[in-house]
């Protein structure tokens, strides 16, 4: 992160840094630098070291050095997709034989890289409820190189205690990843909270505004930033100049839309509370949402994610889904736009069978940034 942000408040972060102005014509938006290769000035003659757009393009430097900042970190990687960049740090981090912890409730396409490809690589892991600690310290062994934690969960929304993790990882001299998808850099800071990596899908709430796929890595040391960047490069999964320029335009807006996101999530919140079809909400901003407290602690707010659960088992879940109107029936989240789902039939499918597998008669939302009394109307007419 470059030094002149460090004093900026978060919003001032995330429109200008990493985001000069153009030195040729002032353009106060960085270009897009859709470009393969770039001239030598004599072999070896590089310009602000640009020499294959695989290896560093502007677009997506302007992308990384904002990352970077509003996470508080030394260095921000973009890739093709989050999934690239768990799959970049996995390979950099690990080797055949190692072991990692998981939390018991994660994001279905995480699960399926650990369980359909790393394991086949040799290396294993175990499934820990993270939000209980003891159960975290119980999972480590002699061959644990990592924890990962999402929090908060998808699509439970579980809260895990980000500090409290650290320190085990610490006493183990493992590392601590932390999918920060969910809350956004706005909402939680793990890297201060003693992680060694924050994980991210900029598809959802960094980009914004559901046209845009990518991911992101950013670490508070420099020397593993430099260990993950090599590993990028020779991976190769980047994020390409156009997809890296529409999620700094996203970025642009984040706080904004996070706090929208949250007031109108606390408003649908309280009626699904008090609906009589709705058997369970889990939501941490609720004060008996069993991380509430943590959750008080380490963000800001409590996001625009919900997820619930109905009378009448998975057919119903699955016509609530089928019902909604204005709430678009479609996987991912973090849009302006809100979504609806059911994640046993659809983002969480590919962890039926195993621990992680989420209850049938559940739904999840992703608020977005409408009126919210349109919302309600919808979501009341969707429960019938």
């Excluded at 429109?15 to 000069?20: E, F, L, R, V």
């Excluded at 994660?106 to 409820?129: H, M």
């Amino acid at each position: 992160m470059s030094d002149q942000h460090t004093h900026q408040n978060f919003e001032t972060r995330a429109i200008h840094a990493g985001n000069t102005a153009d030195p040729l014509t002032g353009a106060v938006v960085p270009p897009i630098y859709q470009v393969s290769t770039y001239k030598q000035d004599g072999v070896g003659g590089l310009r602000g070291g640009y020499e294959y757009s695989r290896s560093a393009n502007p677009t997506r430097t302007a992308l990384e050095e904002n990352l970077a900042a509003l996470e508080g970190g030394r260095r921000g990687l973009a890739f093709a997709s989050g999934l690239a960049a768990e799959d970049c740090l996995l390979r950099t981090l690990l080797a055949p034989g190692d072991h990692v912890v998981i939390p018991n409730d994660a994001y279905g396409g995480t699960f399926r890289l650990f369980a359909k490809v790393v394991e086949r690589w040799g290396v294993d892991f175990s499934v820990a409820n993270t939000s209980d600690i003891e159960s975290v310290r119980d999972a480590v062994n002699d061959r644990t190189k990592l924890i990962w934690v999402e929090t908060p969960s998808n699509p439970l929304l579980g809260i895990t205690d980000i500090e409290a993790v650290a320190g085990v990882a610490r006493q183990a001299g493992v590392k601590l990843v932390v999918d920060n998808t969910f809350a956004s850099p706005y909402l939680q800071q793990p890297l201060a909270l003693g992680a060694d990596v924050v994980v991210h899908s900029l598809t959802k709430y960094m980009g914004g505004h559901s046209d845009v796929v990518g991911g992101a890595l950013v670490t508070a040391d420099e020397a593993l930033g430099e260990e993950l960047a090599y590993h990028q490069n020779a991976m190769g999964a980047v994020a390409g100049p156009f997809d890296s320029w529409i999620v700094l335009r996203g970025i642009k807006t984040l706080a904004v839309r996070m706090d929208r996101h949250s007031e109108n999530a606390a408003k649908i919140v309280e009626m699904l509370t008090q609906h009589p079809k709705v058997t369970q909400v889990l939501y941490p901003g609720l004060p008996e949402h069993p991380g509430h407290e943590v959750a008080a602690k380490q963000m800001r707010s409590f996001g625009g994610m919900i997820s619930f659960r109905v009378q009448g088992g998975e057919e119903a879940a699955v016509e609530v889904c089928n019902r909604a109107q204005l709430f678009t029936l479609g996987e991912s989240l973090g849009g302006v736009e809100s979504l609806i789902e059911h994640p046993g039939r659809m983002t969480h499918a590919s962890v039926a069978g195993s621990a992680l597998e989420v209850p049938a008669d559940l739904v999840r939302l992703s608020v977005g940034i409408e009126n919210v009394d349109d919302l309600l109307a919808d979501l009341r007419q969707a429960l019938g």
